[in-house]
């Protein structure tokens, strides 16, 4: 069976501020994916981010980057600088590649995160 | 860019109330899903689409039914709505049923069941 915890429910910083959301995640599998989302007040999921298992490399986009370490099976999610449009709950995602998973995904708790001017 | 609508953003219902949540997706995705939302349990799959009249229960499928008779819609029925079912809900789609394939969410729909 599949896991996801973040481990962090809440999280609140002033603008600026650079703020990492934990994603540890449990499979045996050996290939998988993992996402990150993000769900603003709105209430719609936008997709962030996708790294299958074989790719340990780190991704920046602007003021996002991303941790992935197979080691401690944790994608971490860093936000530099962060702004008040950050305000969202953050959503970490494992996906396994067996025939019977027909592309569902195993969704961490999420974290929110309050960006205060 | 990928579209999800669903029917209402906000529905409010009586207990025993039969309910039904639509969702439509415009892009030709094969999969669709339905998930509930609630505070500190993150999202929870209620039923899954992997194809036209294809269905496949989740993890909390107790309590409800889905209709999937074309490609772009997928319906969530309560049969008979109870308050323990007072949550937003969202649909899904994902173009294949490949792990790779990224999820589409539509906007949700609170519902209150009273």
């Known amino acids: 069976a599949q896991k996801v915890t973040q481990a962090q429910t809440e999280i609140s910083v002033v603008e600026k501020e650079d703020v990492t959301l934990d994603c540890v995640y449990e499979t045996r599998d050996t ?20 790294r299958n298992s074989f790719d340990e490399q780190n991704e920046i986009s602007g003021r996002y980057s991303w941790n992935f370490q197979k080691s401690t099976s944790s994608f971490n999610f860093t936000i530099t600088a962060s702004q008040v449009v950050d305000s969202a709950v953050y959503f970490c995602a494992l996906s396994v590649d067996y025939n019977t998973n027909a592309g569902k995904s195993t969704f961490g708790d999420g974290t929110t995160l309050t960006v205060k001017p | 860019d990928v579209k999800v609508t ?9 207990t025993g109330e039969k309910v039904f949540l639509e969702c439509v997706q415009d892009m030709d995705h094969e999969n669709m899903f339905w998930y509930r ?13 992997y194809d036209v009249k294809m269905k496949e229960k989740g993890d909390i499928p ?4 889905v209709s999937r008779e074309k490609k772009e819609r997928f319906s969530l029925i309560l049969e008979s709505a109870s308050t323990n ?12 049923g490949e792990s790779a394939d990224t999820q589409y969410f539509g906007p949700g729909t609170r519902l209150t069941v009273l």
Do not use: H
């Not at chain 1, 290939?31 to 996708?50: A, D, H, M």
């Not at chain 2, 107790?62 to 039914?65: N, R």
């Open chain 1, 31 to 50: 290939t998988y994916y993992l996402f990150w989302y993000k769900q603003p007040p709105s209430g719609e999921l936008v997709f962030l981010i996708r």
């Open chain 2, 6 to 14: 669903q029917s209402s953003r906000y529905l409010v219902k009586r």
């Open chain 2, 37 to 49: 939302q609630d505070p500190g349990l993150g999202l929870r799959l209620i039923y899954f689409s």
């Open chain 2, 62 to 65: 107790e309590g409800y039914s």
């Open chain 2, 85 to 96: 079912q007072t949550s937003m809900y969202l649909c899904a789609s994902s173009l294949t």
